[in-house]
């Protein structure tokens, strides 16, 4: 069992920026990859960025490719994802989410409870 926390979702100004936190429980975490989702009002949640346990290769969506940046200390059962240059758009309920394979889509073992992202224009 993994437990996740989000941490760090606000409040900015277009072109701001913004850290997110996702802290672990579970002596395991090193050996799940961990992604990040977000959901806006009326749409799927949709793929953001994503790291593996081990090796730290990453993934990221178009959208996300570089203004955000995802990163990890498994001693610290934490994964952060940066967002740099923040765009209206980018508003939604980020989430983060772990399992023993790295996917690419919203079928997750295990999530956490979501973090609000608001990027005014």
């Known amino acids: 069992q993994v437990q996740l926390v989000e941490s760090g979702g606000g409040l900015v100004q277009s072109g701001g920026s913004l850290k997110l936190s996702c802290t672990a429980s579970?002596?395991?975490?090193?050996?799940?990859?961990v992604a990040w989702f977000r959901q806006a009002p009326g749409q799927e949640r949709e793929f953001v960025a994503a790291?593996?346990?081990?090796?730290?290769?990453?993934y990221y969506a178009d959208s996300a490719e570089g203004r955000f940046t995802i990163s990890r200390d498994n001693s610290k059962n934490t994964v952060w994802l940066q967002m740099n240059s923040l765009k209206p758009e980018d508003t939604a309920v980020y989430y983060c989410?772990?399992?023993?394979?790295?996917?690419?889509?919203?079928?997750?073992?295990?999530w956490g409870q979501g973090t609000q992202v608001t990027v005014s224009s």
């Open positions: 989410a772990a399992d023993q394979k790295l996917l690419l889509h919203a079928v997750y073992d295990y």
């Open positions: 579970g002596r395991t975490f090193s050996s799940y990859a």
């Open positions: 790291i593996s346990c081990c090796n730290y290769d990453t």
